[in-house]
């Protein structure tokens, strides 16, 4: 490996860590610079030559370079270093290094007696006499040694030179395998955990069995054959006990659950919603705050249970006994039952489920330092999961639950040399999935090779798509060839992902554990995206919104009775519903001149605005459809662009303005202004909340809602950097259109005038 192939490694590796706002430059490898010494070294009686000779190589290159120490946890705990003190920082594998290890800097000076004073340590060195530097001056010649340090050369670049002497040390042949005491550090990362006895708090003995026999109300309550006062008396005072036994098991369930409560994920169980059934059917109920348990194992107890007769049905020939016995294991083993409902119903309504749950979430966040009232006010607007309550709950559930990462990752850059390619917008693109699926049925790998360039570049028309690749092979191939493999492709999926919305609800209930997987975030995911971006799709919940939004567009387009009316209003003021049974929703698009405003349930939820002073055709909406799902799929709902990263990819002609360091320290975030959501007098508030917690106080960020046709400029150019930031050392010349169209947008021109990218 080259010095140059080594520094390049370290520069990528360096910008997969690196801030928001911030790069690293390609490091400078050190020269080296040999040192010669010599010296009359006196050995000890049995000393092994070999060993010392050694030893001497291992102390001498601790002096030059010293080996970076890892400690174990338990080490570093006995030095006195606190928890909080050995974890704040990066996560390490392999042990712990204290920032004390990283404190000793490049070492500037050699010094003669510094040199005498650790070798004469050395076991089995018993004198040194006459050490000294045998320095070289530019021809070669031996110096007269008597020098009594040697400085270091500054110039990184040099300061190589052939020196010769009695005994030479090359500082690269010093770096020998140094083994210390900390050898043992990898095996104790963390403290182990402490292990407990397993118990289960739950389970619930009745006092009832505590009772004298002759009370009738334990294992010996009056039979069949007692007299009906008898019984009557038992019942009675059983059915007055068990108030305070089912207070008593209620409070042995609730703090078996104590792990649940404090939990970062929302548990539910299957109940009934308190005052919420329909037709008697069981629904779930969300983040149940109270917990209960029934009291099945009381002796004797069903009479006194509502609705234990439920199941009372005949089965077969069987006796009257089995029967009884069968009924009474159905009536346990529904959860619904009359019993159960009817306890949790008495115990929190709807509302109070909302609120504790919510107080205990707040109560979480604020042991990691965030205010939860705060991240109310900013995800109020956003009605995704069915109430605002419900929303913030599940998002601050969601957001604990990724705590770790987001923390871990508060302030970073997207690694934008380790990236995947970022594909263009179009509903219809060739995949690796389909180059592989092709290479299965035999495509000749020559004609694969020519379309894997193609890989993500998006088109609206398939048919425009399947022409583009047929051109790129037809110079080689006959008509009769290109006939066939039309065909072949025309039958391929080639839709870049499902129209169909994430549904959140099956059959009207949240699906609390597919919203938390797909919320879980992986470290992949910072390599792709900052911190900061994945922050505000998570509160905003832009990507959710949009993805509803795809889901009526394409519905929508789709739909015979619109498309006529799109053919046939001609730019005329008019209000046309539209029933779209697939979503199950009223849709209302209404037409002002040449902008179509659409509406759900009356709700304004985006515009589209015609070009060129004409109305809205079909391909437009198509078009803001692709643009959404682009956002939705490839970004996290908007555009976050670091003008430093515009800088480094600059030509040359962009030099004076891009080196203004105002411009270096300044981000832009896109938004599209059609959608009501993110148009600027909506979206400012909430993105400067999430400013002001969790973006970087020495940036400037510029916020900028853009329209369709603006947006599509933006998308273009920026698709354009992040693959050429990707490639790494790339030509710039071919760089200069999307550097002078984003500059367009991200430099405002002089007030009045339109900026050159959005005019052209």
Not at 157 to 169: A, D, I, M, N, P
Not at 442 to 459: A, N, V
Not at 563 to 592: A, H, I, Y
Not at 658 to 670: G, I, K, N, P, V
């Amino acid at each position: 490996q080259t010095n140059n192939d080594f520094a390049n490694n370290i520069r990528d590796y360096l910008n997969q860590n690196r801030n928001l706002g911030e790069v690293f430059s390609t490091p400078v490898v050190l020269q080296k610079q040999p040192i010669a010494l010599s010296a009359d070294i006196v050995l000890q009686s049995g000393a092994s030559h070999d060993k010392v000779e050694s030893a001497m190589r291992q102390a001498l290159a601790q002096y030059v370079s010293p080996t970076v120490s890892r400690y174990g946890y338990l080490a570093l705990t006995a030095k006195g270093s606190s928890s909080d003190e050995i974890f704040n920082g990066p996560y390490m594998a392999n042990g712990w290094i204290p920032n004390t290890e990283l404190s000793t800097g490049k070492l500037t000076q050699v010094v003669l007696s510094d040199v005498e004073t650790l070798l004469i340590k050395i076991d089995g060195i018993a004198a040194i006499n006459s050490l000294t530097f045998t320095d070289t001056d530019e021809t070669g010649a031996v110096g007269e040694g008597n020098i009594a340090q040697l400085t270091l050369s500054s110039n990184l670049q040099g300061g190589q030179s052939s020196q010769t002497g009695q005994l030479r040390f090359d500082l690269d042949n010093l770096q020998l395998p140094y083994q210390r005491e900390k050898v043992g550090a990898a095996v104790d990362i963390a403290p182990k955990r402490p292990t407990g006895t397993y118990r289960d708090i739950a389970e619930y003995y009745s006092v009832q069995n505590t009772f004298p026999v002759a009370w009738g109300i334990g294992a010996n309550s009056p039979q069949t054959d007692e007299s009906s006062y008898r019984t009557a008396q038992s019942r009675q005072l059983k059915g007055y006990l068990m108030v305070f036994d089912q207070l008593l098991a209620n409070q042995f369930s609730q703090l078996a659950n104590i792990a649940t409560l404090f939990s970062f994920k929302t548990a539910s169980t299957l109940a009934d919603a308190p005052g919420k059934s329909y037709n008697d059917m069981p629904t779930q109920l969300f983040a149940p705050t109270y917990y209960s348990q029934p009291l099945y194992d009381i002796p004797d107890v069903k009479p006194l249970l509502l609705g234990n007769n439920s199941y009372h049905f005949e089965f077969g020939s069987s006796d009257s006994a089995t029967l009884e016995q069968s009924a009474w294991q159905q009536f346990q083993l529904d959860p619904f039952n009359r019993y159960m409902r009817g306890m949790r119903k008495h115990m929190e309504t709807t509302e109070e489920i909302d609120d504790r749950r919510g107080r205990m979430l707040d109560h979480l966040m604020a042991r990691h330092g965030d205010s939860g009232s705060y991240y109310d006010e900013i995800i109020s607007d956003a009605r995704w999961y069915g109430s605002v309550t419900k929303t913030r709950i599940i998002v601050k559930s969601l957001w604990l639950q990724n705590y770790q990462l987001l923390s871990y990752n508060r302030a970073c850059g997207y690694s934008f040399r380790t990236v995947k390619k970022l594909g263009t917008p179009g509903r219809y693109r060739m995949t690796l999935q389909l180059i592989n699926q092709l290479s299965e049925q035999g495509i000749d790998q020559s004609i694969l090779k020519l379309w894997r360039p193609f890989i993500d570049y998006g088109c609206s028309d398939k048919k425009r798509l399947i022409a583009i690749l047929l051109n790129k092979i037809s110079p080689q191939h006959s008509a009769g060839e290109l006939a066939k493999l039309e065909a072949l492709l025309f039958a391929l999926d080639l839709q870049d992902a499902h129209w169909d919305r994430h549904d959140v609800y099956v059959d009207g209930q949240l699906k609390i554990a597919q919203i938390e997987q797909a919320a879980k975030l992986r470290p992949a995911d910072f390599d792709n995206y900052s911190a900061f971006e994945i922050k505000t799709n998570m509160l905003l919940g832009l990507s959710n919104y949009y993805a509803r939004l795809n889901h009526i567009l394409y519905q929508l387009t789709s739909n015979e009775d619109f498309q006529d009316w799109l053919q046939n209003s001609n730019g005329q003021d008019n209000s046309k519903p539209f029933e779209l049974s697939d979503v199950q929703l009223d849709v209302t698009v209404t037409r002002t001149d040449t902008t179509d405003v659409i509406r759900v349930d009356e709700q304004a939820l985006m515009s589209v605005v015609g070009v060129k002073g004409l109305a809205p055709n079909l391909s437009l909406y198509q078009g803001h459809l692709q643009q959404l799902l682009w956002l939705t799929n490839k970004r996290q709902g908007f555009i976050l662009l670091e003008h430093i990263l515009v800088a480094i990819c600059a030509p040359s002609e962009f030099a004076e303005l891009l080196d203004s360091r105002l411009f270096a320290q300044c981000c832009s975030a896109f938004f599209p202004s059609y959608i009501n959501l993110t148009a600027k007098a909506n979206i400012s508030g909430p993105f400067s909340k999430i400013q002001y917690l969790h973006w970087p106080a020495h940036l400037h960020c510029q916020l900028h809602c853009l329209s369709y046709t603006e947006m599509k400029v933006v998308i273009s150019a920026y698709v354009k950097l992040y693959n050429f930031l990707r490639l790494g050392d790339a030509p710039k010349v071919a760089m200069k259109k999307p550097v002078n169209e984003l500059i367009g947008f991200i430099q405002p021109p002089p007030s009045g005038q339109t900026p050159k990218a959005a005019a052209q």
